[in-house]
């Protein structure tokens, strides 16, 4: 299927691995030139000469910025000052005890999940508006709606995304630009890979069977019984930011394996 997206621009936020990466790549798959971000200049030229080896006929380029830095931010307004699709990918989280979550952890939370998105946003949204087409996405998680209180500081974050992009969705009344929230579940990006063969480092598994066995013994409320894969929620979101897509409207949607156990 043709998502009508070919040769429109789009900045994804941590986009050198992961869930960004997978968005990035689905989103070139489909004709887009896509704005590679990371902190890391050599992680995100390496991926834009990937992105551009596997296809050519699109325009990848270096978008290396600390989002989280005012500065910074403004030298990438500078550098890339039109976009068409935003998708606010980049996060941080870690397991914490709430004990442990004191006032400089939840602002760098805060400052990292929530202002950073929000930064960005602003700025680009009014010129979307201005051209009336535009998508904005921001990558949440089922923590957002069901908190397992293991990284509270997380959640919170979360959480504020859903309202962020409602609140944001208002704006863009009888316009052709949207704002919608993706809810991923579990999902095996490089980090949760390795955390897997580390805990059955001795065991003669497989990956799959490895996986199957961390499914059951921890996650057994999960319906899919294996991890997300990053593809799925790069193709998911593509078809979002497509204009196939434009009832979806401060939208939350879910891609959570059926980890919530609730209609809505």
């Known amino acids: 299927m043709d998502m009508g997206l070919n040769n429109k621009t789009a900045l994804v936020t941590g986009s050198t691995k992961g869930i960004g990466k997978a968005i990035a790549v689905e989103l070139a798959k489909e004709g887009v030139n896509v704005l590679i971000n990371g902190r890391n200049n050599e992680e995100v030229e390496q991926t834009v000469n990937e992105i551009k080896s596997?296809?050519?006929?699109?325009?990848?380029?270096?978008?290396?910025?600390?989002?989280?830095?005012?500065?910074?931010?403004?030298?990438?307004?500078?550098?890339?000052?039109?976009?068409?699709?935003l998708v606010n990918n980049m996060g941080i989280y870690e397991i914490m005890q709430y004990e442990d979550v004191d006032d400089e952890v939840w602002e760098k939370y805060f400052r990292t999940n929530v202002l950073a998105a929000n930064g960005l946003s602003k700025f680009y949204l009014p010129k979307m508006l201005k051209n009336n087409y535009g998508r904005i996405i921001f990558i949440a998680s089922e923590e957002a709606i069901m908190p397992s209180g293991q990284m509270p500081q997380y959640c919170m974050t979360?959480?504020?995304?859903?309202?962020?992009?409602?609140?944001?969705?208002?704006?863009?009344?009888?316009?052709?630009?949207t704002v919608n929230t993706i809810m991923p579940g579990p999902t095996l990006s490089e980090n949760v890979h390795q955390i897997i063969e580390g805990i059955y480092a001795n065991d003669d598994m497989t990956f799959l069977e490895k996986e199957k066995q961390f499914m059951a013994e921890n996650l057994p409320q999960s319906e899919i019984q294996r991890f997300i894969r990053p593809i799925e929620i790069g193709r998911l979101a593509t078809f979002v930011c497509s204009p196939y897509a434009a009832a979806f409207k401060g939208s939350p949607i879910r891609m959570d394996g059926g980890m919530v156990p609730t209609i809505f």
Do not use: C, H
């Open 158 to 177: 979360k959480s504020m995304l859903l309202s962020l992009s409602k609140s944001l969705s208002k704006l863009t009344i009888g316009a052709e630009v």
């Open 54 to 85: 596997n296809f050519p006929t699109t325009f990848p380029q270096n978008a290396t910025a600390d989002i989280v830095d005012l500065e910074q931010r403004e030298v990438l307004f500078e550098k890339y000052p039109n976009i068409d699709i």
